[in-house]
């Protein structure tokens, strides 16, 4: 269990060690300087100390979080699926190949199930077991990324044949080098009369991507998402992009993962779906989520079905969360139900602040523009 010693909350939070063990008699504990605190009476002694105090919390508990994360006896380091992002312009078949995709799904085709939307999906191919972050496109990529969180570990990039490269098509490519994903390509609609590959190859060599052909490193791929043809050639040149990558997670650690999307669901709460991407996620987990802590009541996976596991890679949809996170925050298993609570209300108090904060600065700035 997490405790601080009065003498070093008092040097966290700037203050004499004496005014600690002051506020500590208002609460009618007689504490000396060596005297271990819990993370709540820490808290609440913070609390009287105002916001930086609570700042200095925040680094505390989440520091403490961590080395209760890092302390952890993991197992080994077992290759894991990728997660792979489909991006490219606009009407170049994105949406039809990821339908194309999800048709070779062995276990859905098993079910025969109705697939739901959890902003992510993870397909079992013939050729190896794959996870899609069904974001629409750029927007979601790059604010994820803005918020630090890194998520994919291949992009596809859909170009049209009989189109050629397209601002968008120069767009993800932009943001893919930027986060320094790998991209693998996908030439689609060549089952058209004007498709012209090869056109697509120069127009990309350009921006650096050369296809193995001409002496480069990158796979291309000639697809039709319309009549299926080359999706398992697709499939099958993410995996070998995969392998260069030797994506690598230990299942037997407590998870870690991102939140790729989360809404206020009626009657249901939040919900968030979770790409686990260390260890494995189990119903009774407690876990923070952003600003948010909570206890997982169910884990649902793409076809709608209640699952007792998560592991590496794979995207579930989480129930048991106190508030809504946002796309992008970490979420992150504790044993302590406590220290999740303290990292959340900590973090939110946070929040707070800086939304006065920059709310008041907002104010005084328009102030300015009307003088
Ligand atoms: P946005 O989400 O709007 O950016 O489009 P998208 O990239 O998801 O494209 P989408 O899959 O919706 O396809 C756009 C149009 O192209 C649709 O009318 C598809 O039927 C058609 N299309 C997609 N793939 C192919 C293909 O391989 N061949 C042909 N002929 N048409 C295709
Ligand atoms: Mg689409």
Same mark, same amino acid.
């Given at each position: ?115 739901? *939307? ?146 206020? *669901? ?15 996620? *189990? ?89």
């Amino acid at each position: 269990v997490s405790t601080i010693s009065v003498g070093d909350l008092a040097r966290r939070m700037g203050i004499k060690a004496s005014e600690v063990i002051s506020a500590l008699m208002r609460l009618g504990v007689l504490a000396t300087l060596n005297q271990a605190l819990d993370v709540d009476t820490a808290a609440l002694i913070a609390a009287d100390f105002g916001y930086e105090v609570e700042q200095a919390m925040t680094e505390e508990l989440e520091l403490e979080a961590l080395q209760e994360q890092e302390s952890e006896m993991g197992g080994e380091a077992l290759p894991r699926p990728p997660v792979v992002t489909v991006m490219g312009h606009v009407d170049h078949g994105k949406t039809s190949i990821l339908d194309a995709i999800r048709k070779t799904d062995v276990v859905a085709g098993e079910a025969g199930g109705i697939t739901q *939307h959890i902003g992510a999906y993870h397909v079992q191919s013939p050729s190896g077991d794959l996870t899609f972050v069904d974001t629409p496109g750029h927007a979601a990529f790059t604010e994820m990324r803005s918020r630090g969180a890194k998520v994919t570990d291949i992009v596809v990039l859909v170009v049209a044949a009989d189109d050629g490269v397209m601002d968008q098509t120069k767009e993800a490519i932009a943001h893919s080098k930027a986060a320094d994903v790998p991209i693998v390509v996908a030439v689609n609609k060549i089952d058209k009369d004007s498709a012209d590959p090869e056109r697509v190859k120069r127009e990309l060599s350009d921006f650096g991507l050369i296809p193995e052909e001409w002496g480069g490193t990158t796979i291309f791929c000639e697809t039709s998402a319309k009549k299926g043809i080359g999706i398992e050639d697709l499939i099958e040149s993410i995996q070998l992009q995969a392998e260069i990558l030797e994506l690598r997670a230990d299942a037997l650690r407590r998870a870690k993962g991102t939140v790729i999307e989360a809404q206020l *669901h009626k009657g249901r709460g939040p919900v968030a779906t979770v790409l686990v991407q260390e260890g494995t996620l *189990h119903p009774g987990d407690n876990f923070v989520a952003g600003n948010y802590s909570g206890k997982v009541r169910t884990l649902t996976n793409e076809r709608g079905e209640q699952v007792q596991a998560a592991g590496p890679s794979i995207p579930v949809e989480v129930q048991g969360l106190s508030g809504v996170p946002q796309a992008g925050d970490e979420f992150v298993v504790l044993t302590d139900e406590k220290m999740a609570k303290s990292v959340a209300s900590a973090r939110q108090l946070k929040a707070r602040e800086t939304e006065l904060a920059s709310a008041s600065k907002v104010s005084l700035e328009n102030l300015f523009e009307k003088i």
